[in-house]
């Protein structure tokens, strides 16, 4: 049996960026070829591709220049990336994950952005990218919502302890749909205290200061939680 950490992005390993809904609502003019009316609020804890999909619906635009947002929202994404504008690492990631390594656990990625999206965001944080496994990731670009995420990747690893890391209220709705602790860490917009209204087995103010009851409580899971 191998472990797998999966790991949120925003929030969680990188802090939320200032104003990254922007990015979606710039995809869509993008896409669209013109400027569309207000962005739309609270993205936090939904996949670019459900962002996407809310968006062209909220404007009455066609579901079919999905393909062309997600792809501008990657260019767009390559281009802050490329121009230096970086995300901030949350406190204790690296520390974080060098001690799952250590103990021959799997870190992955399972998030809302899409594959590319990760990278920029991990790497211009400061993370290596082989400080994942990124075949044993799941990404959110074209997913309409994150539980779709956690099924597959409970479905593609049937017998691994599995435990997915991160900082909202969706991702804990994800996790337990595909029955797979969720522990969550209070670098995002929510708070421990409103973390703790989850079904977490655990809930962190950040990995500089909750790594070691992280550790912990990995090891407490002994097997498997089968899907409901
Ligand atoms: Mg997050």
Redo the contacts with the bound molecule.
């Keep these: 049996m191998t472990t797998y950490i999966l790991w949120?992005?925003?929030?969680?390993l990188v802090r939320n960026g200032k104003d990254a809904g922007n990015l979606y609502h710039e995809a869509v003019e993008l896409a669209l070829g013109r400027p569309i009316a207000n962005r739309l609020p609270n993205t936090?804890?939904k996949t670019d591709g459900q962002i996407l999909r809310e968006t062209l619906a909220a404007h009455g635009l066609p579901a079919d220049l999905h393909s062309s947002a997600s792809t501008h929202l990657d260019e767009l994404s390559r281009q802050r990336h490329e121009a230096g504008n970086h995300r901030e690492l949350c406190p204790g990631v690296h520390e974080a994950l060098a001690a799952t390594a250590a103990r021959g656990w799997v870190n992955c990625l399972l998030t809302g952005n899409s594959a590319l999206r990760s990278r920029y965001k991990v790497t211009g944080a400061g993370v290596d990218a082989n400080a994942f496994d990124w075949t044993h990731s799941w990404f959110g670009e074209v997913s309409p919502v994150r539980s779709e995420l956690t099924l597959r990747a409970r479905a593609e690893l049937p017998d691994d302890r599995l435990v997915i890391v991160?900082?909202?209220l969706n991702?804990d709705a994800a996790a337990a749909v595909a029955g797979i602790p969720f522990i969550g860490v209070a670098t995002?917009v929510f708070t421990s205290d409103e973390l703790r209204t989850t079904g977490a087995i655990l809930v962190i103010d950040d990995l500089a200061h909750g790594l070691a009851e992280l550790l912990d409580a990995v090891d407490g899971i002994r097997t498997p939680v089968s899907t409901p």
């Design positions: 949120d992005v925003d929030g969680t936090h804890g991160g900082d909202t991702d995002g």
